[in-house]
């Protein structure tokens, strides 16, 4: 799953890296959203996943 489209999917009018961040720390764990500026509650993993 690629978060920053299925972000851009569900909240078209954010901007990466202004109002969300998505990184790997390269730990296995994969990627992840680190950062959170929009005033929507960010999506859970479900919601990101059906988008």
């Keep these: 799953m690629n978060i920053a489209l299925a972000i851009m999917h569900l909240f078209p009018q ?3 890296l202004v109002d ?3 990184q790997d ?3 296995g764990n994969g ?3 680190a950062v959170w ?3 929507n509650d ?3 993993d479900e919601e990101l ?3």
């Design 14 to 16: 954010a901007v990466p």
């Design 20 to 22: 969300f961040v998505v």
């Design 25 to 27: 720390d390269s730990n």
């Design 31 to 33: 990627p992840y959203l």
């Design 37 to 39: 500026n929009l005033p």
């Design 42 to 44: 960010p999506p859970t």
């Design 49 to 51: 996943q059906a988008a």
